[in-house]
């Protein structure tokens, strides 16, 4: 018994059990599993170490674990597909600036084309992407932010020009219900209620203005969003 535990110990322990176990754990989608068995078989030496390093940094960007990836490229023998693995790893961590960095001296490269076109989709700049890389259309139709400004001196009117009519009504309402409660004070002359209604429905009406421009930015970048996520996803 003891000797054929020993032998099932000495099966389980051979390099190519932890690949396939390794390998395994990376199917099924256990990946922190995965990343210490794919150390562990690093660890023996018996492999070639960039296949095993680019199984690792997978593992850990599909965790979420950028930095952690970004370390285990000290076992990538390849230079180029060690920058463009780091380019690709700052592209989904948002670090946009650090991608164009990286490959500047690479920009004629299709490869460099493409990251850096997508580093400036993260920043939502689609015109200055469409220098490196073709965008599908059509393009998104934002808002324009001083109309929004513009449309909200009639309470409501920056969140009815884009769109969100609740909004647009709860403003008209308060405002309105302000307006007619410092009328009523006015008229019947009690001056003291009166600075005071009129001076929340100021407070309102501005807040109300700066909703709307609010409101523009939102809406602007919820189609920036979905327009990025759209080239991402078809990437």
């Not at 000290?74 to 670090?95: A, E, P, Q, V």
């Not at 965008?135 to 884009?162: E, Q, R, V």
């Not at 001076?199 to 609010?214: E, L, S």
């Amino acid at each position: 018994m003891i000797l054929f535990f020993i032998f099932l110990q000495n099966e389980l322990l051979r390099p190519e059990k932890i690949r396939e176990f390794a390998d395994y754990l990376y199917l099924q989608g256990n990946y922190d599993a995965a990343v210490q068995e794919y150390r562990r078989y690093l660890f023996m030496g018996s492999c070639n170490p960039q296949e095993i390093a680019e199984k690792i940094v997978d593992c850990l960007v599909r965790m979420k674990k950028y930095d952690e990836a970004l370390a285990s490229l000290k076992h990538f023998t390849d230079t180029t597909k060690t920058l463009y693995t780091k380019s690709w790893i700052h592209l989904l961590k948002g670090d946009y600036p650090v991608v164009r960095e990286l490959l500047k001296d690479r920009a004629g490269e299709e490869c460099a084309k493409y990251y850096i076109g997508l580093s400036y989709v993260g920043e939502f700049n689609f015109q200055k992407a469409r220098e490196f890389i073709e965008l599908p259309t059509p393009a998104p139709k934002l808002k324009n932010h001083l109309l929004g400004g513009l449309f909200s001196f009639i309470p409501g009117g920056g969140h009815f020009y884009c769109g969100r009519i609740g909004d647009g009504l709860y403003s008209l309402l308060v405002i309105g219900t302000g307006v007619g409660i410092s009328y009523y004070y006015y008229h019947n002359h009690e001056k003291t209620k009166f600075y005071l209604a009129a001076g929340i429905t100021v407070v309102f009406y501005a807040g109300n203005i700066y909703g709307g421009i609010n409101a523009v930015r939102n809406y602007n970048y919820y189609l920036n969003a979905r327009y990025r996520d759209l080239i991402f996803g078809c990437e």
